[in-house]
């Protein structure tokens, strides 16, 4: 299709942190505001979810502070309905751990056929050893899901895999259990809950090698704050691919977080040889913060990737995967398992889509081996319903020969809602 990429362009504020502001903010006491924050559909689930338990969150809008009336711990009122989690694994996880200690409530949340769909308990299990009542389909493994809230009591909790929403939910059930708890991971992932409850007031040490060891002793009330939420790493990550790959370009995305749990795909570019610059670093309440110079370059080296970074880079395979189609030589990524039950199975949904195109894909249990440096060319693209699928194809298709047509593109409008006119505004035709 072709069109270099040249400008500035600003990406939304983090989804990770969106969600987490919101959910601190109405468990803590007084008035949370937050600036920047996510305004798109997995967001507005949360926002949702918290005002079915009485939560008042004034309503969410580009370029608006969002002003959010804290209840306190054990202020949440029993819905009346269904809460309905949408396409949203951060909401569902994050609220289930909120709520096991709301004690005699009862909840039952659901949401739409992917999340429905989206392994649970992993949650549940960790949930119930601090004496949780979670239930749903499938021995509690799948949504809906019923919760009655219960007095907690604190453990000592390994997890199986990395993951920020299985830690996170722990640490959410830790603020209202009876002693202290413990997290124990295999490797760190994103630690925006350790930072924010931390500032919230939470009474919270992270200690072990690497960040893996987590406590939470319960007790102290969160206070609200003033919270600035970064642009999301994971949205710039398609216009850091698509600038070091489309001939011509050039860009600079601005306001970008930098939290060094997040900063893989840098890494993994700056492997590749890709002309990247990190500019105006600064710390902004509490995360560290960037604006990032991206210039094209000719003869990228193609990459290996495997379990030890997938932690600091998870969102980003699809976009990387992209990457690879355009370097000559063979990539690999390995120890990716965890992509197979992402909104969609990332893994099979980009081998099946980039093999549609003309790329030399193969897919194994734990990830895709990818020889790169054959021309792509368009055709009839699906993002299978996948907002991170979306953005990868419409770089991918940039580089294709001929048109393509993408069903189910608007997907992104749940990280990213103006991907698409970004993307327009800063294409330059040949
Ligand atoms: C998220 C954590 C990651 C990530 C997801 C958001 C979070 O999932 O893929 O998009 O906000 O905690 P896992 O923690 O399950 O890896």
Same mark, same amino acid.
Not at 10 to 15: A, I, M, S, W
């Given at each position: 299709?072709? @069109?270099?990429?040249?400008?500035?362009?600003?990406?939304?504020?983090?989804?990770?942190?969106?969600?987490?502001?919101?959910?601190?903010?109405?468990?803590?006491?007084?008035?949370?505001?937050?600036?920047?924050?996510?305004?798109?559909?997995?967001?507005?689930?949360? #926002?949702?979810?918290?005002?079915?338990?009485?939560?008042?969150?004034?309503?969410?809008?580009?370029?608006?502070?969002?002003? =959010?009336?804290?209840?306190?711990?054990?202020?949440?009122?029993?819905?009346?309905?269904?809460?309905?989690?949408?396409?949203? *694994?951060?909401?569902? !996880?994050?609220?289930?751990?909120?709520?096991?200690?709301?004690?005699?409530?009862?909840? $039952?949340?659901? @949401?739409?056929?992917?999340?429905?769909?989206?392994?649970?308990?992993?949650?549940?299990? +960790?949930?119930?050893?601090?004496? #949780? /009542?979670?239930?749903?389909?499938?021995?509690?493994?799948?949504? +809906?899901?019923?919760?009655?809230?219960?007095?907690?009591?604190?453990?000592?909790?390994?997890?199986? %895999?990395?993951?920020?929403? =299985?830690?996170?939910?722990?640490?959410?059930?830790?603020?209202?259990?009876?002693?202290?708890?413990? %997290?124990?991971? +295999?490797?760190?992932?994103?630690?925006?809950?350790?930072?924010?409850?931390?500032?919230?007031?939470?009474?919270?040490?992270?200690?072990?090698?690497?960040?893996?060891?987590?406590?939470?002793?319960?007790?102290?009330?969160?206070?609200?704050?003033?919270? %600035?939420?970064?642009?999301?790493?994971?949205?710039?990550?398609?216009?850091?691919?698509?600038?070091?790959? =489309?001939?011509?370009?050039?860009?600079?995305?601005?306001?970008?977080?930098?939290?060094?749990?997040?900063? @893989?795909?840098?890494?993994?570019?700056? !492997?590749?040889?890709?002309?990247?610059?990190?500019?105006?670093?600064?710390?902004?309440? *509490?995360?560290?913060? *960037?604006?990032?110079?991206?210039?094209?370059?000719?003869?990228? /080296?193609?990459?290996?990737?495997?379990?030890?970074?997938?932690?600091?880079?998870?969102?980003?395979?699809?976009?990387?995967?992209?990457?690879?189609?355009?370097?000559?030589? $063979?990539?690999?990524?390995?120890?990716?398992?965890?992509?197979?039950?992402?909104?969609?199975?990332?893994?099979?949904?980009?081998? !099946?889509?980039?093999?549609?195109?003309?790329?030399?894909?193969?897919?194994?249990?734990?990830?895709?081996?990818?020889?790169? @440096?054959?021309?792509?060319?368009?055709?009839?693209?699906?993002?299978?319903?996948?907002?991170?699928? #979306?953005?990868?194809?419409?770089?991918?298709?940039?580089?294709?020969?001929?048109?393509?047509?993408?069903?189910?593109?608007?997907?992104?409008?749940?990280?990213?809602?103006?991907?698409?006119?970004?993307?327009?505004?800063?294409?330059?035709?040949?």
């Amino acid at each position: 299709m072709g @069109g270099k990429l040249n400008g500035k362009v600003k990406v939304p504020g983090d989804k990770s942190i969106s969600h987490r502001a919101l959910l601190f903010g109405a468990i803590a006491e007084g008035k949370t505001t937050i600036e920047g924050i996510l305004p798109s559909e997995d967001p507005l689930s949360t #926002a949702e979810c918290l005002r079915a338990m009485g939560v008042k969150i004034s309503p969410i809008k580009k370029g608006e502070i969002v002003e =959010i009336d804290g209840v306190g711990l054990n202020g949440l009122k029993e819905p009346e309905e269904i809460l309905n989690c949408g396409n949203s *694994g951060t909401t569902m !996880r994050l609220i289930l751990g909120l709520l096991a200690g709301q004690k005699n409530h009862h909840f $039952i949340l659901t @949401g739409d056929k992917s999340l429905r769909n989206r392994p649970m308990k992993r949650i549940g299990q +960790p949930l119930t050893l601090m004496g #949780a /009542k979670v239930s749903g389909r499938s021995h509690g493994n799948y949504a +809906p899901l019923s919760v009655t809230g219960n007095i907690l009591r604190g453990a000592v909790i390994g997890t199986p %895999v990395a993951s920020a929403q =299985i830690k996170s939910a722990i640490l959410l059930a830790a603020l209202n259990a009876e002693g202290s708890t413990t %997290v124990i991971e +295999p490797a760190q992932s994103r630690d925006h809950s350790e930072r924010m409850l931390k500032a919230f007031g939470a009474d919270l040490e992270v200690g072990g090698e690497m960040g893996r060891h987590i406590t939470v002793h319960p007790g102290k009330t969160l206070k609200g704050q003033s919270i %600035v939420v970064p642009g999301d790493i994971s949205s710039a990550a398609f216009w850091l691919v698509a600038g070091s790959i =489309i001939p011509g370009s050039e860009l600079i995305i601005e306001n970008v977080g930098l939290n060094p749990t997040r900063t @893989g795909i840098i890494d993994v570019l700056k !492997r590749m040889e890709a002309n990247i610059k990190l500019i105006n670093i600064r710390d902004v309440a *509490g995360e560290p913060v *960037g604006d990032i110079q991206v210039i094209y370059k000719k003869n990228l /080296k193609p990459f290996e990737i495997n379990e030890e970074i997938m932690p600091r880079l998870v969102d980003e395979v699809p976009i990387l995967s992209v990457a690879a189609c355009f370097c000559k030589g $063979i990539s690999k990524i390995q120890g990716a398992k965890e992509l197979r039950i992402k909104e969609t199975d990332r893994l099979e949904v980009m081998a !099946r889509q980039l093999t549609k195109m003309g790329a030399k894909v193969d897919e194994h249990p734990d990830g895709l081996t990818i020889c790169g @440096g054959n021309d792509l060319h368009g055709c009839e693209l699906d993002s299978e319903t996948d907002h991170r699928v #979306a953005m990868s194809l419409a770089i991918a298709s940039i580089m294709a020969t001929g048109n393509s047509t993408m069903q189910n593109s608007n997907a992104s409008a749940v990280s990213y809602p103006e991907f698409w006119d970004d993307l327009e505004r800063l294409r330059k035709r040949k």
